[in-house]
């Protein structure tokens, strides 16, 4: 069955440092990968998506993600983390054949944000 | 333009309690969609629609029930909630063919 992993549930980094959170797809055809983030008691925003072309997408807020295909991955990078960034962050994919939207979602990766 | 909404934001059941959760969206999507998000387990899919007076089942559809009779709205009910619905609850919905999807602010559920 489709799955998408987010291997690390909480992670803390100190304000200014670098970040980067991983997520693991499964589907082996043309995955459409996307990253949300949800702030305390809100609902999800679209960070970035990547549908094709060129494999590092830009994002909202400063964040980046790289597909690797070889890897099954689609991490997210941001190169100094803010105190704002600490929130649930979820990688998502859908079937690059899918003609209903279903989007398969991680299981969400919680950053915490020293000062 | 208020994007997707969710009515009520909050909620406690008693087990056996019956509710209806409204979705509604003002960007003229065809597609909606129900989740739920449990801790450690993501959102997960539990009915979606395609169209109007159109649904189908998700991952856990199971306890739940849902009506699409306009395109703007999409509702989930509970016939008789359980201590396991306790969750938060998400709408999105699409354009046919975006595959971006826009969320709701969510409801949190309570059964006791």
């Known amino acids: 069955a489709q799955s998408v992993t987010q291997p690390d549930i909480h992670i803390t980094v100190s304000e200014g440092a670098s970040l980067e959170l991983r997520c693991n797809y499964s589907y082996g055809a043309t995955p459409y990968l996307f990253w949300y983030v949800q702030s305390p008691g809100q609902g999800l925003q679209l960070l970035l998506k990547y549908f094709s072309g060129d494999t590092l997408v830009q994002g909202i807020k400063g964040f980046e993600a790289e597909f690797k295909r070889s890897q099954s991955s689609f991490n997210l990078r941001k190169p100094s983390v803010h105190w704002s960034d600490a929130a649930e962050y979820f990688c998502?994919?859908?079937?690059?054949?899918?003609?209903?939207?279903?989007?398969?979602f991680g299981q969400g990766t919680t950053l915490q944000v020293k000062p | 333009n208020a994007g997707v909404t969710q009515t009520p934001k909050f909620r406690v059941l008693k087990t056996g309690q019956s509710m209806t959760l409204l979705c509604a969206q003002d960007m003229n999507h065809e597609y909606m969609y129900w989740y739920r998000q449990d801790p450690g387990m993501g959102l997960r899919l539990i009915h979606y629609s395609v169209g109007e007076g159109t649904t189908a089942k998700g991952e856990v559809p199971d306890g739940y029930n849902v009506s699409r009779l306009k395109k703007q709205n999409f509702l989930l009910g509970l016939e008789s909630a359980a201590p396991s619905q306790t969750s938060v609850y998400f709408c999105?919905?699409?354009?046919?063919?975006?595959?971006?999807?826009?969320f709701g602010p969510g409801t949190r559920l309570t059964v006791t």
């Open positions: 998502a994919e859908q079937h690059g054949s899918s003609n209903t939207g279903k989007l398969i």
């Open positions: 999105a919905s699409s354009y046919r063919g975006s595959r971006e999807q826009y």
